[in-house]
């Protein structure tokens, strides 16, 4: 196999992992902060896609779909939130019920609204085009997405790390009991998270519906690899979410390129290697 | 400023304190004496609302706060020092103490917590699980005192400390009580606790059993050795 080869498909892994990262941040900190696994977090990546499509179609702007997405994930999370999950704190199994229940109630709101059709949203025309460097050449869009996930990546980093809410959010992973027991208002920290993390997977959600489509259960399909990421990275880990989006990112690009039979075990088999080695993943604490 | 009445709580089925009534007056400093296990650490995590009493009332200067959440209490004037010192460790020791700031104008003050603790000033860009244990027991005092509170529950800060940091501990306490601050103080070093506190009560099986000055239960070497098993 050719120096094109690797290449190329490592370009393709690393861009796909950008994707997952938008998706797989938001699950992490929301699972650090909030100790909920939120199964309907794959349903905001399909909702951001629908109303990023509904928004192009109307307004003409690929901007106009990514801002209007986001926002309207993060009310529909913030509501989630505030009016359901805050009622079941610690109690994992009503949390994953509820959740599975809202992913397919959204998937049948989904279906109602917009159809069964799959769609791709419009990109903008300069975002189009092929780079070319000497005989390799690379879609400007798919360079896009790894653009756009490097400054979120490196904003949610700066947020995190250097700033005051930043440490109130690491003091609430840390030991969310003793936060409160300083001070820090940890319901409007959990449900800023939460409103975060929803719409990053909506943004991820418009940006993927470029090149990946928008389409009745991609919701689904989306999770199972936000959920390796967080597993293998570990979970509430930012820096585990970016290293985790890249390594499935990857792996999921060679394994179906090398062998297509094979491509859920190239996955998950490495997942199950690294949970066996580290339960915690990559950068998680006990 | 603080008032418990026929304070009882609960972990699941299991009645740990069984009628708790005590007061802390303002500038007072209270200690809680007892045995491992007589539900020490279960009066303090009800009073700042980590489990809260099934039955009973807390009050804190005039409110009653018994259901109130933990965050609340804290902005109200009241502050934790916890048993194991819960230092965030992922935080680093200047991030630990701004986390846990209240407003702009407090009486406690970032320099002023590092003047309080020298040795922490050295170490203000280290993250709190690379500290040493009298560190963090340091550390976990400065955080309480950031959010400016005017009564501060302190579990076992002493626990685990080499007799020197006992000593470093005994100091501050007796410096924060010369300030003005109503401190209830649970402690298993009799001398230390003794030293600083204006009333005492023995905790037993979730009740109180013994309540007297220092002095009294100095002298009483009955209770002593019925149930703080010195001798």
Same mark, same amino acid.
């Given at each position: 196999m050719s120096a094109e080869f690797w290449i190329t498909q490592a370009f393709n892994g690393i861009s796909y992992g950008a994707l997952l990262f938008l998706l797989a941040s938001g699950l992490s900190l929301i699972f650090g902060v909030m100790r909920i696994v939120n199964l309907a977090h794959g349903s905001y990546f399909m909702l951001g896609g629908y109303v990023g499509l509904s928004v192009v179609w109307r307004t003409g702007s690929f901007l106009a779909a990514l801002v209007a997405g986001a926002v309207a994930i993060a009310l529909i999370g913030i509501g989630m939130e505030r009016l359901?999950?805050?009622?079941?704190?610690?109690q994992t199994l009503g949390q994953v019920l509820m959740t599975v229940g809202f992913a397919l109630m959204f998937q049948d709101v989904a279906l109602l609204v917009w159809g069964g059709d799959p769609y791709t949203i419009p990109v903008p025309a300069a975002l189009q085009g092929i780079v070319t460097a000497g005989t390799l050449r690379f879609p400007a869009y798919r360079i896009f997405i790894i653009v756009v996930a490097v400054l979120i990546g490196v904003g949610l980093w700066v947020v995190l790390d250097r700033t005051r809410v930043g440490a109130m959010i690491r003091a609430a992973v840390d030991d969310r009991e003793m936060a409160q027991g300083v001070g820090i208002r940890v319901p409007v920290v959990s449900l800023g998270v939460f409103a975060l993390g929803a719409a990053l997977a909506a943004l991820g959600g418009v940006i993927g519906g470029g090149f990946l489509g928008v389409y009745p259960g991609a919701d689904f399909e989306v999770l199972p690899y936000a959920f390796v990421v967080v597993i293998v990275g570990g979970l509430g880990s930012l820096p585990g979410a970016m290293v985790g989006s890249l390594l499935v990112g990857l792996l999921d690009n060679f394994g179906k390129a090398l062998f297509p039979e094979l491509s859920y075990f190239t996955l998950f088999a490495p997942m199950a290697l690294i949970l066996a080695l580290r339960p915690t993943g990559l950068f998680g604490r006990a | 400023m603080l008032a418990l009445s026929d304070v009882h709580t609960y972990y699941g089925e299991s009645h740990v304190l069984q009628g708790i009534t005590l007061s802390v007056s303002p500038g007072e400093v209270v200690t809680i004496l007892g045995r491992n296990g007589m539900g020490k650490t279960t009066l303090m995590r009800s009073i700042i609302g980590f @489990?809260?009493?099934?039955r009973g009332r807390v009050r804190f200067k005039g409110d009653d706060? @018994?259901?109130?959440p933990p965050y609340r209490m804290v902005e109200r004037g009241m502050a934790l020092v916890p048993q194991g010192r819960r230092v965030f460790a992922s935080l680093t020791v200047r991030e630990n103490l701004e986390v846990a700031?209240?407003?702009?104008?407090?009486?406690?003050t970032l320099p002023r917590v590092l003047e309080l603790f020298p040795r922490l000033g050295d170490r203000v860009?280290?993250?709190?699980?690379?500290?040493s244990g009298g560190e963090q027991q340091m550390l976990a005092i400065g955080r309480a005192l950031m959010t400016d509170p005017d009564l501060l529950l302190m579990d076992e800060? @002493?626990?685990?400390?080499?007799p020197l940091l006992v000593r470093e501990v005994g100091r501050v306490i007796a410096e924060l009580k010369r300030e003005g601050l109503s401190i209830l103080l649970v402690e298993q070093n009799l001398p230390l606790a003794l030293s600083v506190a204006d009333g005492v009560h023995i905790l037993s099986r979730g009740q109180i059993v013994h309540s007297s000055r220092p002095a009294e239960l100095m002298a009483n070497e009955e209770v002593k050795s019925r149930f703080l098993g010195v001798a």
């Open positions: 359901f999950l805050r009622r079941l704190p610690g | @489990t809260p009493p099934r706060i @018994t259901r109130w700031r209240h407003g702009q104008r407090g009486r406690w860009q280290n993250r709190g699980n690379k500290l800060p @002493t626990e685990g400390l080499a």
